[in-house]
């Protein structure tokens, strides 16, 4: 198993930037695929992005592409997620998740362990 903890959320102004932060702890980090997912009010559980074991393969959410950048550090056992020139719709709780499977997993049902979630607001 593998416990997760993001951290870095907060509140922003649009056209700003923020750096989130997912922290693993119990079990082999580079075992797996690491993911960033987000939840708006009254919405499912969205795909963001996401990287492979070793970092060298990301793919990302169409509406994310060119502003968001998720990266790893093995070393650290952390994954980030790079947020760029962010709009008031992103405004959402963001979740980092570990997967086992295959490069290429964007459901929610494609990972297996969760953190709690950070807040991001972003204000116009």
């Known amino acids: 198993q593998v416990q997760l903890v993001e951290s870095g959320g907060g509140l922003v102004q649009a056209g700003g930037s923020l750096t989130l932060s997912c922290a693993a702890s119990g079990s082999t980090f580079a075992s797996y695929n690491m993911g960033w997912f987000r939840q708006a009010p009254g919405k499912g559980r969205e795909f963001v992005g996401a990287t492979n074991w070793n970092g060298r393969s990301t793919y990302y959410a169409d509406f994310v592409k060119g502003r968001f950048t998720v990266s790893r550090d093995n070393a650290k056992s952390t994954v980030y997620l790079q947020m760029n020139s962010l709009k008031p719709e992103d405004t959402a709780v963001y979740y980092c998740?570990?997967?086992?499977?295959?490069?290429?997993?964007?459901?929610?049902?494609?990972?297996?362990?969760w953190g709690q979630g950070t807040q991001v607001t972003v204000s116009s």
């Open positions: 998740a570990a997967s086992g499977l295959g490069i290429g997993a964007t459901r929610p049902s494609e990972y297996a362990y």
